[in-house]
């Protein structure tokens, strides 16, 4: 069975940065198009950045756009999410998720069948 995982989060101050990566057990990454997702509480997951399988092509949500990059590396099978200038409002738990829209629109979709892994936790406070 497939697996992603996320790696990468932690605790930083408004300004700060954090880079996160997401990996894979039983599925290839550079097949797909992965998605950012972010999720707050009470709040649903929200995608906030895609990547084509060859990383010709990316999308960012209005939140994040010129703040947060994505790249991969396919060489290693990583996909990388730059997250700079953070504030209290990108706090969350950051998933990686496979996009099934190829990253053609700025809103990723998963599977709802899809099985999401742990995610990484960011949280951004003074």
């Known amino acids: 069975q497939s697996r992603l995982v996320e790696s990468g989060g932690g605790s930083v101050r408004p300004g700060e940065s954090l880079r996160l990566s997401c990996t894979a057990s039983?599925?290839?990454?550079?097949?797909?198009?992965i998605a950012w997702f972010r999720q707050v509480p009470g709040k649903e997951r929200e995608g906030i950045s895609c990547?084509?399988?060859?990383?010709?092509?990316?999308n960012y949500a209005d939140s994040v756009k010129d703040r947060f990059t994505v790249w991969r590396d396919n060489g290693k099978d990583i996909i990388y999410l730059q997250l700079n200038r953070l504030n209290p409002e990108d706090s969350g738990i950051y998933y990686c998720?496979?996009?099934?829209?190829?990253?053609?629109?700025?809103?990723?979709?998963?599977?709802?069948?899809?099985?999401w892994g742990p995610g990484t936790q960011v949280t951004v406070s003074s």
């Open positions: 998720q496979v996009d099934l829209t190829g990253c053609k629109f700025r809103t990723p979709t998963a599977s709802d069948s899809a099985s």
């Open positions: 039983g599925l290839t990454l550079g097949w797909y198009a």
């Open positions: 990547i084509s399988n060859n990383g010709g092509r990316t």
